[in-house]
């Protein structure tokens, strides 16, 4: 009993393998669409790895839509890395479109990694990309943010090479800046918001790009900031600190030169002090060389006493009046003091013949 039905098992079980790996389904749905297919060019796509599915399906869609596409060229562009299947549905907008496009043409752009049936369907529906705020300054130093809506319509001659989006937008908004940085004061703008329209479309912004720019229409036109009167203000600012940082050098410069100055006043006391305690030993020198005798001495001594005493008197006369007393000298020479401690012998100054 097991003899005879293991045959039986192997066969279905070879017809199941056989028919899994043959798309035999696939294969009758392309010829009931009256697409000619034969059995081995499916096998040989099993072969090159490459899902019949996606290349007979596409194929039945272009052949009902009129398209004569070879199924060689399908499935060359499935394994360059291609999308077959958007390739087929946009060349069947292009054609109902009445759009120039070939099979070359859409799989190139596929290839390049652009939605092919998106650029067909903005051919025939023009897109409206917004900007973003684009702030500009006129000449008299007010800010102006305007926003833009640009109607584009794709150009699939330029799709392969061209710039996108991001290009048409930076050019845009240059042009708004170029536009509102000419005007002399904001309101002629705000006046005529057609002027930016006017430059923009004028310069030819889509050139080199994957669009063509159909209208330019300005949606918002915002008054900002007054950017002149601040950068017054900042200059101001600014001036005022250099001016600070000047005054502050020279008053640290003139402190600088007030120290100096008392250095060099200690440094002249110095001298004078120096000078002072030669006094005693010149006299010395002066007596015991005979230059002066002990009369003239004393006489010196009996005058500087008298100025001791001078000025006593004018420090007394101060404290009581608050007035200075008569002036004195600035300085007396070393035990000068009359009759206090050190001072010589005081003598009558000689008299006179004739007294």
């Not at 056989?18 to 796509?45: E, H, K, R």
């Not at 369907?121 to 006129?138: D, G, L, R």
């Not at 004393?298 to 007393?325: F, K, S, V």
Request: glycine share 10%; aromatic share 4%.
């Amino acid at each position: 009993m097991l003899l005879f039905w293991l045959p039986v098992i192997l066969v279905v079980l070879f017809l199941v393998i056989l028919l899994n790996f043959i798309p035999v389904g696939l294969w009758i749905s392309a010829w009931a669409a009256g697409v000619g297919v034969s059995i081995f060019t499916l096998v040989g796509m099993r072969l090159r790895r490459v899902p019949p599915a996606g290349i007979i399906l596409p194929l039945i869609k272009a052949y009902k839509a009129g398209l004569d596409v070879a199924i060689d060229k399908l499935e060359a562009h499935f394994l360059a890395g291609g999308n077959v299947d958007r390739v087929i549905d946009a060349l069947i907008a292009a054609q109902r479109a009445n759009i120039n496009l070939t099979f070359e043409r859409a799989a190139a752009i596929d290839l390049a990694g652009r939605n092919v049936l998106e650029a067909v369907q903005m051919s025939v529906n023009p897109k409206v990309i917004e900007t973003p705020i684009v702030a500009a300054v006129a000449k008299d130093g007010i800010e102006l943010k305007v926003k833009a809506r640009v109607t584009v319509r794709a150009n699939i001659d330029r799709l392969v090479g061209g710039a996108g989006e991001a290009t048409i937008i930076a050019r845009v908004g240059e042009g708004i800046v170029t536009t509102v940085g000419s005007s002399n004061t904001h309101k002629e703008v705000l006046e005529n918001p057609d002027r930016i329209s006017k430059t923009v479309l004028g310069k030819g912004l889509d050139a080199g790009t994957a669009f063509t720019i159909l209208s330019i229409d300005i949606a918002d036109v915002d008054v900002g900031r007054n950017i002149g009167a601040q950068l017054q203000v900042d200059q101001a600012i600014a001036d005022k600190n250099i001016a600070e940082a000047k005054a502050a050098e020279r008053r640290f410069a003139a402190m600088a030169r007030e120290q100096e100055m008392l250095a060099m006043v200690q440094e002249m006391r110095a001298r004078v002090v120096e000078a002072e305690a030669e006094v005693p030993r010149s006299l010395a020198a002066a007596l015991r060389e005979g230059k002066i005798g002990v009369m003239d001495y004393y006489t010196m001594q009996n005058i500087l006493a008298d100025t001791a005493m001078r000025q006593a008197i004018g420090q007394m006369t101060e404290g009581q009046t608050g007035r200075p007393g008569p002036g004195a000298p600035p300085s007396s020479l070393p035990g000068a003091t009359g009759g206090g401690p050190g001072a010589g012998p005081q003598r009558p100054a000689p008299a006179r013949e004739g007294t």
